[in-house]
């Protein structure tokens, strides 16, 4: 029970399947209270309710100043953040729109830095924190597995925003680290694109992939608890792949 006492807020968690809601069990798991956001709030209700009374959810957009602030308000003291909300989208770079362009930039990272600056300053005067990004194998290689540019410049970006973030608060206290997933089955391919370009991922993975399979939510989810740590607190600015070994550097 590693994280009792702390508390772990943790976006994009309303699917039932994705990696928010299992990097909040895997949190809870190690002794942590959760809360749940994302602007699927009923579906973050729904997680937080199979979790248990150490969960709890919250309306919370990333792309809103005003929702960030308001969620962050109602949550209260928070020492763990996870930047997990994005989305995806399979587009040619010559077919990109600027405002599909802009939409994934402003969830996937422009949000993080906006729940960053709404709880930074706490975890500054409590002296201790630990922020966690949900960034990618695609911002490594440039995409290659559903996202396209916007969204491997996202990932990308959320990698840079994390090492700053990691220079700047060190002195804090607070580690800042990301997790970069290979593909993992929580249906966002399928959202997408459809259910044919998810299985045929899933084909290509568990033929080529040394691990031999797709990555599974609570993959990631024990990544999380170990960079959420104590233990953990000497590691910053690190980026873990946890993709079943289809991207080392
Ligand atoms: N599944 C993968 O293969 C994979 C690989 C690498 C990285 N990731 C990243 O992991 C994270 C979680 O993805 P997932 O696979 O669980 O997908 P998912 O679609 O299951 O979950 C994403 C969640 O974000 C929420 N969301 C969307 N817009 C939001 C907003 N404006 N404000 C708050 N919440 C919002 C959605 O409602 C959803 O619950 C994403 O950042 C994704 O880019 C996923």
């Not at 809360?35 to 809103?64: F, H, K």
């Amino acid at each position: 029970m590693a994280l009792r006492g702390r508390l772990a807020l943790i976006t994009g968690a309303g699917s039932d399947r994705g990696l928010g809601y299992a990097i909040a069990r895997a949190l809870a798991s190690a002794g942590a209270e959760v809360v749940l956001s994302d602007i699927d709030v009923e579906g973050a209700r729904r997680n937080a309710a199979a979790i248990g009374a150490s969960a709890r959810a919250v309306a919370l957009d990333v792309t809103s100043e005003a929702s960030v602030a308001e969620a962050v308000s109602e949550v209260g003291r928070v020492d763990i953040l996870v930047n997990n909300a994005g989305i995806t989208q399979r587009r040619a770079i010559w077919e990109l729109s600027v405002d599909e362009f802009d939409r994934v930039l402003a969830i996937n990272l422009r949000g993080g830095f906006l729940c960053l600056g709404a709880v930074v300053k706490g975890m500054m005067e409590r002296r201790w924190g630990r922020v966690i990004w949900i960034s990618s194998v695609a911002g490594k290689q440039g995409g290659g597995i559903i996202g396209t540019a916007h969204y491997a410049a996202s990932k990308a970006g959320v990698i840079g925003l994390c090492q700053a973030a990691a220079r700047e608060l060190g002195p804090f206290g607070i580690t800042s680290n990301a997790i970069a997933p290979g593909f993992i089955l929580t249906g966002i391919a399928t959202r997408a694109v459809d259910a044919q370009a998810e299985r045929e991922m899933d084909e290509k993975i568990s033929a080529q992939a040394p691990m031999r399979r797709s990555g599974l939510p609570d993959d990631v989810g024990a990544a999380a608890a170990f960079l959420a740590s104590e233990e953990a607190g000497y590691i910053t600015g690190e980026v873990m792949d946890v993709n079943g070994g289809i991207h080392f550097d």
